[in-house]
């Protein structure tokens, strides 16, 4: 009865193991999935953020454009005639 009971023991001891076996077979299915969706996420969070840096910088550049339209300067040029053009154009004595 005792042999008997040692052999059970042993069986249910050798069952344990092959579970344990198994369930780790099964997460590295785990491992490999997640890193596969962790890259698709990578890719969908660098192609959003680049996204988003064009539309900023439009968005700037639109910004710029309007404070620089709004502040027009109208200057005339005046330009400085030498002084022996004046002494030309008196009538002699």
Do not use: C, H
């Amino acid at each position: 009865m005792e042999e008997n009971t040692a052999r059970m023991d042993e069986i249910q001891e050798i069952e344990t193991v092959d579970e344990v076996a198994e369930a780790s077979e099964n997460s590295n299915t785990g491992a490999f999935v997640a890193g596969i969706v962790g890259g698709f996420l990578a890719y969908a969070v660098v192609s959003g953020a680049k996204k988003l840096a064009g539309f900023v910088s439009t968005k700037l550049a639109e910004r710029k454009q309007k404070k620089t339209a709004g502040t027009v300067i109208d200057a005339e040029i005046v330009e400085d005639q030498p002084e022996a053009d004046s002494d030309e154009e008196t009538p002699e004595k």
